[in-house]
């Protein structure tokens, strides 16, 4: 059993930045990747980026992509994500994830929201 636990969630105005975080533990994650999905009201949840436990090989979506970094340490079992230059369309509910490489949603953290206002 995997545990995930987000902080980092907040309000902050258009242009601005926030960090992400998301502690694991329960289990050892050599073959896992870690991922952020959000959910916004009316929506259905999506992608934004993952990461390959082993190697910190990250992806993302196209419309985070230049504006959000994903990013883990190893030694602390914690994954983050940096968002810069947000913008009101990435208000939503962001969800820690983790599970296989290519689609890490086997485990979801209870979710941290995000508020950007124009």
């Known amino acids: 059993q995997v545990q995930l636990v987000e902080s980092g969630g907040g309000s902050v105005q258009a242009g601005g930045s926030l960090r992400l975080s998301c502690v694991a533990s329960?289990?050892?994650?050599?073959?896992?990747?870690m991922g952020w999905f959000r959910q916004s009201p009316g929506k259905e949840r999506e992608f934004v980026a993952r990461?390959?436990?082993?190697?910190?090989?990250?992806s993302y979506a196209d419309s985070v992509k230049g504006r959000f970094t994903i990013s883990r340490d190893y030694a602390k079992n914690t994954v983050y994500l940096q968002m810069n230059s947000l913008k009101p369309e990435d208000t939503a509910v962001y969800y820690c994830?983790?599970?296989?490489?290519?689609?890490?949603?086997?485990?979801w953290g209870q979710g941290a929201q995000v508020t950007v206002s124009s």
């Open positions: 994830s983790a599970g296989p490489t290519l689609n890490p949603t086997d485990y």
């Open positions: 329960g289990r050892t994650f050599g073959s896992f990747a």
């Open positions: 990461i390959t436990w082993n190697f910190g090989s990250p």
